[in-house]
């Protein structure tokens, strides 16, 4: 049996923000500084340079052109990382150029980022982050859980995590963000939903597969320490990421917490919890903590029996 000791693996020492400089950018700035000053952890602002940028240069002028634009983002990243150095946090400003998820991936690597936190820009959802369609291949192919805070969560802070929803599916990735929900209701002595909607057109499933869901449910928070307040347990019915989104509305959710996909976790035609994520981020009232089955992510042989 799991114990409160597979909650020590879990940790968020090295928080990674990766950012386009834009002005949608700064609600996840606020954020990435606000849990890095919880955690006491180092705070890394990204930003690469793509080569698109610098396709139309003179070739005698792109070692000009290249230097000013770094310095101008090294300027930026400086101000956008001001008010944690005035808090006294340990941040570093990093440049990069190239394939920007090739590049945001080596920093991963390269610094050991524990998490890494991306904003959204607008209502349209994910075709307005920032970093454009490059946040969708974050989120889907980040080797750490990714944050998105979306333009709704303008306001919020990680000091402001009382409510947890964590979205359960019973699939590797679900189970593994079910990690990181009880390890952060139990840092922040917040309250945690698991919810499990049944995807389809019946609002009520049959009673006996809701005794069965729930029965998993049971099974899995008896995995994991005691919190300071008894996990909830919710199975449903309907339109899935509806039944997510509703649910964060109704409790005035602080957090969600989801698996997604590998490959294809963002493709319109993807199964489960791949267009799911993508609708939830896109329209979610407050921030979206995904993860992966990760090589010996907790809680990967865990399923209900049907």
């Known amino acids: 049996m799991k114990t409160a000791n597979s909650m020590t693996q879990i940790k968020l020492k090295n ?3 990766a950012t386009d400089l834009s002005e949608a950018s700064i609600h996840a700035t606020r954020y990435a500084i606000s849990l890095a000053a919880r955690y006491g952890g180092k705070l890394y602002a990204a930003h690469v340079i793509s080569p698109d940028a610098l396709a139309l240069a003179h070739p005698e002028a792109l070692d ?3 230097k000013e634009t770094n310095d101008y983002t090294e300027r930026t990243l400086g101000e956008l990382l001001a008010p944690a150095r005035r808090q006294g946090l340990p941040c570093e400003a990093l440049v990069g150029v190239g394939d920007i998820t090739n590049v945001l991936a080596e920093f991963v690597e390269k610094y050991k980022a524990d998490l890494v936190i ?8 994910l075709g307005k982050v920032f970093l454009g369609s490059v946040a969708e291949e974050i989120i889907r192919d980040a080797a750490c859980p990714v944050l998105t805070v979306g333009a709704n969560a303008s306001g919020m802070t990680a000091q402001d995590i009382k409510s947890i929803l964590c979205a359960i599916d019973f699939s590797q990735e679900s189970l593994h963000a079910s990690e990181y929900a009880f390890f952060l209701a139990q840092e922040h002595k917040a309250h945690l939903a698991l919810l499990h909607v049944v995807g389809g057109s019946m609002d009520e499933p049959p009673s006996h597969a809701v005794q069965l869901l729930s029965q998993a ?9 005691q919190l300071s307040y008894e996990p909830e347990i919710v199975v449903q019915g309907g339109p899935v990421a509806d039944g997510i989104l509703e649910f964060a509305a109704e409790r005035s959710v602080h957090l969600i917490a989801m698996g997604v996909r590998g490959v294809g976790a963002f493709a319109s035609q993807a199964s489960h919890f791949g267009s799911i994520a993508h609708a939830v981020i896109a329209r979610s009232p407050c921030p979206v903590l995904t993860t992966h089955a990760g090589k010996g992510s907790p809680g990967t042989d865990f399923a209900p029996d049907r």
Request: glycine share 14%.
């Open 15 to 17: 928080v990674l923000l």
């Open 217 to 225: 449910l049971r099974e899995l928070i008896s995995l994991q320490p």
């Open 118 to 125: 991306v904003g959204t820009s607008g209502r349209a959802g």
């Open 64 to 66: 000009r052109i290249l």
